[in-house]
């Protein structure tokens, strides 16, 4: 029973770092009805900001994770504004803006890999050690990384729901058009959904990177986070949490009861059969109500 709940509590830590990525993914799907393939490139961003943050600077942890969210909201709005809104502007199939994105996350990951190149590196030991509850033992850096994933999620939900610029957002989400002729301003929406997926990628990069480590290819797991919001029902922010978690956990127990060899294979597997028999999700509906 200990250790189930260890791998439990292993498997919430790594989920949360799955939401945070895969809320981005429904945020801009529901406003935009397609998938934002840069979100890697924003995360080395944020892991790559925060490290040398750190390393060079010598500043502190809150102070290093700040330094990622303005590095990575920074090249969000950059690539919101010259690789998605010229094409929004000429009514560009939303395939257009996908392989627009792709080439953008292509482009800033290389100059990544050839800058800094593509050795490992380690955080310094900033939260090492755990707290032990019964015979469970949680590392602060997996406590610390689930708590503040919330938190940020908590924050989120209050912009959308209780700010003025949340509701020009979700009035997006439902119309972007007739949201347009009753006066929000759409690049502005844009841009909040952009910084708001800039903040949730260098989030998830700086605690993925301290976790495990920071290369150039890090951002590989976003296609997880991808799985986790289909689960949950792409374009849904809540069902967006509720599947990163359930893939984060079930990932987890597979690879400590069978073996990590098949944990990739279980996780594309999931996708497959959510797609073929589940495609709105296990929060989505035949009509879907986003965010």
């Given at each position: ?27 801009v ?8 393939w ?17 390393s060079?600077?010598?500043m502190?942890f ?5 330094f ?34 792709m ?15 593509g ?7 900033i ?8 015979g ?10 689930a ?6 999620l ?6 959308l ?5 949340g509701?020009?957002v979700r ?8 949201a ?12 909040i959904?952009f ?9 998830a990069?700086?605690?993925f ?7 150039p ?8 986070a ?12 809540p069902?967006a ?12 127990m ?13 996780s594309?597997?999931?996708?497959v ?7 709105s ?10 965010l």
């Amino acid at each position: 029973m200990v250790f189930f709940l260890q791998q439990l509590v292993s498997g919430i830590s790594i989920g949360s770092i799955y939401a945070l990525l895969a809320v981005g993914y429904a945020l801009v799907y529901s406003v935009y009805n397609f998938t934002n393939w840069a979100f890697d490139a924003f995360m080395v961003t944020g892991a790559f900001a925060a490290f040398y943050g750190i390393s060079l600077y010598h500043m502190p942890f809150p102070a290093a994770i700040a330094f990622s969210i303005v590095m990575t909201v920074a090249l969000a709005m950059f690539v919101e504004t010259v690789a998605y809104r010229p094409l929004r502007a000429h009514n560009a199939p939303r395939l257009f803006m996908m392989i627009s994105a792709m080439g953008a996350s292509l482009a800033v990951v290389n100059i990544a890999n050839l800058a800094f190149g593509g050795s490992f590196r380690k955080f310094p030991e900033i939260t090492a050690g755990a707290y032990r509850l019964g015979g469970v033992s949680v590392g602060r850096m997996d406590l610390f990384a689930a708590g503040f994933a919330c938190v940020v999620l908590g924050l989120l939900w209050l912009f959308l729901e209780r700010t003025r610029f949340g509701l020009g957002v979700r009035a997006s989400a439902l119309d972007t058009v007739t949201a347009g002729l009753m006066g929000v301003n759409n690049n502005q929406v844009a841009l909040i959904i952009f910084g708001i997926s800039g903040v949730l990628s260098a989030v998830a990069g700086v605690f993925f990177g301290a976790k495990y480590a920071v290369y150039p290819y890090l951002g590989t797991v976003t296609i997880k986070a991808m799985i986790g919001s289909i689960i949950g029902g792409i374009g849904s922010l809540p069902g967006a949490v509720l599947g990163s978690l359930l893939l984060g956990i079930m990932e987890t127990m597979i690879s400590s009861y069978i073996s990590s060899v098949y944990r990739d294979l279980f996780s594309f597997s999931i996708l497959v059969i959510m797609l073929l028999f589940f495609p709105s999700g296990l929060m989505g509906a035949k009509r879907v109500v986003k965010l």
